[in-house]
C-alpha cells in the first residue's frame, strides 16, 4: 500500500456478480484498507482514464503499484487482501495472461444474463459507507 493508503477496486455498479465481488471483498478484507467505487461515479472520473470508465466488462484495482484490469486486478486485489487469499493470487497468477484474461472475458460477457443487472449502482449500509468512494 502507498503512503496514502490508496487501494480502490472499481467495479460495474449495476452488475450483480460484480456487487457479490464487492460484498466478498467487504467481507475480506478485515483491516478495510480496500476502498471500492462504481465506474460510473465520480471517482472514476477522477481517477481512470476514459478507456477504462467505458469497458464496463473489466473490473479495475489501483494500488500502490499501479493500475491493473481484469484477471490481473483480481490477482493483484488477492494479493492485498493477504494471508490465504494472497496464495489463491500467486496461484492465479501462475496461468499465462492470455489464458487468464480469456477465462476473465468469458465470465464478464455473461455475467448480466447469469447474474442479472440492477436498476441502480449498490448502495453501501452504513458500516460500510466509509470504504465507499462517490
Sequence with gaps: MDDNGKSILFFDGVCGMCNRLVDWVMRH???????????????????????DRED????????????????????????????????????????????RNLGYSIVAKNRYRVFGKKEACRMPTPEERARFLP
Design 29 to 51: 478484507d478485515t483491516r478495510g484498507r480496500i476502498k471500492v467505487a462504481a465506474i460510473q461515479g465520480e471517482t472514476a472520473k477522477e481517477e481512470l482514464m476514459e478507456s
Design 56 to 99: 464496463l466488462n473489466s473490473v479495475v484495482y489501483l494500488n500502490h503499484l499501479g493500475s491493473f484490469r481484469k484477471s490481473s486486478a483480481i490477482a493483484r486485489l488477492l494479493w492485498d487482501l493477504g494471508g490465504f487469499w494472497k496464495f489463491v493470487g500467486w496461484m492465479l497468477w501462475l496461468v499465462p495472461k492470455p489464458l
